[in-house]
């Protein structure tokens, strides 16, 4: 419990046998439930996952793999099944400091916002983040608050908390399942009035070479307009319904 409330973390993995352990075994007590969701990893992931015997967590597993937003969304799903009141994502690959955890779910547990995102623009160690990395997460920021109207940097941040009544409103069937997925959930909080804050959080790398590719931000800048159409869509014709039931009355 932290300050009243269940709290559950959901760790996406895909491919990390080396580093879920090393994940887990930081994860503060005050931490009801463990969700590891288990991406159809083709190594051992799920096996050294379960090694810690931790009585708090629980590995689900994909048949295949789906991406990891797909793998958050049956985080969520079972976690507010089983009572959790506020849920945090914390990535496998143990680049998350634990120790950030409670800035990251705390505004969320109080009921001053419906989802919290890390921000590592903003933390004193952000110059440890590859320098690839900050710029197109940057770039990917800024066409976010344009399509979204929310005051948010650091949108790829995967560092997250989100309230139970938040999960519930959410049309989680439609988020994208891939690399994206933080963008496309972003515009479904935003076109459901839900409040939205970022934290500071510390970057974790060791020096490792960033993946990230031009294609990368095409695929998530396309997901972004995919998002901000669907809903402009869904907001047209909940406008023309309302006129349909509420017709004007003649003069």
Request: glycine residues 8%.
């Amino acid at each position: 419990m932290w300050l009243e409330k269940r709290i559950a973390v959901v760790v996406p993995a895909y491919r990390e046998e080396r580093l879920i352990g090393r994940t887990l075994a930081g994860i503060p007590a005050w931490v009801d439930a463990i969700y590891v969701v288990d991406d159809a990893s083709p190594d051992a992931t799920a096996d050294a996952a379960r090694a810690g015997s931790d009585p708090r967590l629980r590995v689900l597993r994909h048949a295949e793999n789906r991406g990891v937003g797909a793998a958050i969304v049956t985080g969520y799903q079972r976690a507010r099944a089983e009572g959790a009141e506020v849920v945090a994502v914390m990535a496998g690959d143990n680049q998350m400091h634990p120790d950030d955890l409670e800035a990251v779910v705390t505004p969320v547990a109080e009921q001053r916002a419906d989802y919290v995102k890390g921000n590592r623009f903003v933390h004193a160690q952000r110059t440890r983040m590859p320098r690839l990395r900050r710029l197109g997460g940057t770039a990917l920021g800024s066409l976010t608050r344009l399509c979204t109207g929310l005051s948010v940097s650091d949108t790829q941040c995967g560092f997250t908390a989100i309230s139970a009544s938040a999960i519930e409103r959410l049309p989680l069937a439609e988020l994208w399942p891939r690399y994206g997925y933080p963008n496309d959930l972003l515009g479904m909080l935003a076109a459901r009035g839900l409040s939205v804050v970022e934290v500071p959080v510390r970057p974790v790398y060791a020096g490792e070479y960033s993946g990230i590719r031009a294609w990368h931000l095409l695929t998530v800048a396309g997901v972004i307009a995919r998002r901000w159409r669907k809903e402009q869509r869904g907001s047209g014709a909940a406008r023309a319904s309302s006129v349909t039931r509420h017709p004007a009355s003649a003069a």
